[in-house]
């Protein structure tokens, strides 16, 4: 080979080396550019999946020939007019609890039966995706949402509803503030959401109990009232000033009026700094304590009354600082219910007196002779109730708020006045 063929080598050796170096630059430079355009990509996925979920709402109608329960005809009726009824569809409800130790089958339907004064209501529950088109209610737990994961499909009809279950939320998920503004009910055991489910309920027969054990505890009982605040509550009570009963401006203030009295036993983290759970910390109460005291704004739970049944199960007393009377919420004569008093001076001049009696105290026990606390039949009938009940439907414009409000220090509004005496 001469040497002008071996230069012709060199020349084709040189522009493939050439352009494969120019082809690695175009490469990496591609790598670059796709990396930066994914990157900035990905946080804005929540936000397509927002716009997606509008167009879904406002399109679906057109592809479903959905109809609500009470338009529908029932399948295999006898009768050809009869009405169908209301088909629950729980789509992020990972855990439940048909009946005590019977979790709801992934597959099929079961019937609800609710008791709804002198009749039953009757709705359709399920877990399969498949009946999305015939589902009046579609539920969503709110531990468990994921922006990703949501029906496809959504009639203008269709009721979805956001549960909260548990103890009050720290901070909402990041599925729940994705998903802001798509549901239409709130359903929780707080009296302001659009459904409530009841905690606990009381009815005969009595569990049985005894005089003797109760007897017992009472005279192990060494002080007046413990009170379980939160972080937020525990800041305004150091901050606060209320020597005197003129300066009691609401329910808060009004309680820390009576802590003080009383000299009861603050303790933050809503009880989290001594004892694992609600339950650990009443059994241990119990034998301590004369009193629990429960402000209904608390934001240690999520309504007064879980607090209240709980305790109701041991042997203490909770005395209630709300807005409006317990009623017939509870069992007669077993909170000392701070509303039904004529003045700030009965309160504590009742408190003393059963504080000082063991019979005036056992007065408080004795509903545990004829009823027992129980939980509802079904979370669940709370909504088939609310389907039967409720036909216009609205947006929740902010579900997020809402949520928050349940995990913040607040002041319910509130016209009571607070008198010394009763002629003040």
């Given at each position: 080979?001469?040497?002008?063929?071996?230069?012709?080598?060199?020349?084709?050796?040189?522009?493939?080396?050439?352009?494969?170096?120019?082809?690695?630059?175009?490469?990496?430079?591609?790598?670059?550019?796709?990396?930066?355009?994914?990157?900035?990509?990905?946080?804005?996925?929540?936000?397509?999946?927002?716009?997606?979920?509008?167009?879904?709402?406002?399109?679906?109608?057109?592809?479903?020939?959905?109809?609500?329960?009470?338009?529908?005809?029932?399948?295999?009726?006898?009768?050809?007019?009869?009405?169908?009824?209301?088909?629950?569809?729980?789509?992020?409800?990972?855990?439940?609890?048909?009946?005590?130790?019977?979790?709801?089958?992934?597959?099929?339907?079961?019937?609800?039966?609710?008791?709804?004064?002198?009749?039953?209501?009757?709705?359709?529950?399920?877990?399969?995706?498949?009946?999305?088109?015939?589902?009046?209610?579609?539920?969503?737990?709110?531990?468990?949402?994921?922006?990703?994961?949501?029906?496809?499909?959504?009639?203008?009809?269709?009721?979805?509803?956001?549960?909260?279950?548990?103890?009050?939320?720290?901070?909402?998920?990041?599925?729940?503030?994705?998903?802001?503004?798509?549901?239409?009910?709130?359903?929780?055991?707080?009296?302001?959401?659009?459904?409530?489910?009841?905690?606990?309920?009381?009815?005969?027969?009595?569990?049985?109990?005894?005089?003797?054990?109760?007897?017992?505890?009472?005279?192990?009982?060494?002080?007046?009232?413990?009170?379980?605040?939160?972080?937020?509550?525990?800041?305004?009570?150091?901050?606060?000033?209320?020597?005197?009963?003129?300066?009691?401006?609401?329910?808060?203030?009004?309680?820390?009026?009576?802590?003080?009295?009383?000299?009861?036993?603050?303790?933050?983290?809503?009880?989290?700094?001594?004892?694992?759970?609600?339950?650990?910390?009443?059994?241990?109460?119990?034998?301590?304590?004369?009193?629990?005291?429960?402000?209904?704004?608390?934001?240690?739970?999520?309504?007064?009354?879980?607090?209240?049944?709980?305790?109701?199960?041991?042997?203490?007393?909770?005395?209630?600082?709300?807005?409006?009377?317990?009623?017939?919420?509870?069992?007669?004569?077993?909170?000392?219910?701070?509303?039904?008093?004529?003045?700030?001076?009965?309160?504590?001049?009742?408190?003393?007196?059963?504080?000082?009696?063991?019979?005036?105290?056992?007065?408080?026990?004795?509903?545990?002779?004829?009823?027992?606390?129980?939980?509802?039949?079904?979370?669940?009938?709370?909504?088939?109730?609310?389907?039967?009940?409720?036909?216009?439907?609205t947006v929740n414009d902010n579900v997020v708020q809402w949520w928050r409000r349940g995990s913040d220090c607040k002041e319910l509004p509130t016209d009571r006045k607070y008198p010394f005496t009763?002629?003040?």
């Amino acid at each position: 080979m001469d040497w002008q063929q071996r230069r012709e080598r060199r020349g084709v050796f040189y522009w493939l080396r050439f352009a494969l170096q120019v082809a690695q630059q175009w490469f990496d430079h591609v790598l670059f550019i796709a990396g930066v355009l994914l990157t900035s990509f990905v946080p804005l996925i929540p936000i397509f999946v927002v716009f997606y979920l509008e167009d879904v709402e406002d399109t679906s109608m057109f592809y479903t020939r959905w109809r609500p329960w009470y338009e529908r005809d029932l399948p295999g009726a006898f009768l050809d007019d009869e009405v169908d009824n209301p088909r629950i569809l729980l789509w992020s409800v990972p855990t439940l609890d048909w009946e005590k130790g019977e979790p709801l089958p992934l597959r099929g339907e079961r019937v609800l039966h609710c008791p709804s004064w002198n009749y039953h209501r009757t709705c359709f529950v399920t877990r399969e995706r498949d009946n999305l088109t015939q589902a009046d209610a579609i539920l969503f737990d709110v531990d468990n949402l994921t922006y990703y994961d949501y029906p496809a499909l959504r009639h203008r009809g269709q009721v979805w509803v956001i549960w909260t279950r548990g103890e009050p939320p720290r901070s909402p998920s990041y599925g729940l503030l994705t998903m802001n503004a798509k549901f239409n009910w709130t359903m929780s055991h707080r009296g302001d959401a659009d459904v409530t489910v009841p905690y606990r309920m009381w009815a005969p027969p009595s569990m049985g109990f005894s005089y003797e054990d109760l007897n017992q505890t009472i005279n192990k009982k060494s002080s007046a009232a413990v009170w379980l605040v939160s972080e937020c509550e525990a800041k305004r009570i150091v901050e606060a000033n209320v020597p005197r009963v003129d300066d009691i401006k609401n329910d808060f203030e009004y309680a820390s009026f009576v802590a003080r009295l009383t000299d009861a036993n603050i303790i933050s983290g809503c009880g989290g700094v001594e004892c694992k759970n609600r339950h650990e910390c009443l059994e241990r109460f119990q034998n301590e304590y004369f009193f629990l005291l429960v402000v209904e704004s608390s934001p240690c739970f999520e309504h007064p009354h879980q607090i209240m049944f709980d305790a109701l199960q041991y042997s203490i007393i909770p005395i209630y600082f709300g807005s409006s009377s317990l009623g017939s919420t509870v069992p007669p004569f077993s909170v000392f219910d701070t509303t039904a008093a004529a003045s700030v001076l009965d309160v504590v001049t009742s408190l003393l007196a059963i504080y000082r009696s063991n019979e005036l105290y056992l007065d408080y026990m004795k509903w545990k002779a004829r009823y027992r606390i129980a939980a509802p039949i079904n979370d669940l009938c709370a909504v088939c109730d609310a389907l039967y009940e409720k036909r216009n439907l609205t947006v929740n414009d902010n579900v997020v708020q809402w949520w928050r409000r349940g995990s913040d220090c607040k002041e319910l509004p509130t016209d009571r006045k607070y008198p010394f005496t009763a002629g003040y």
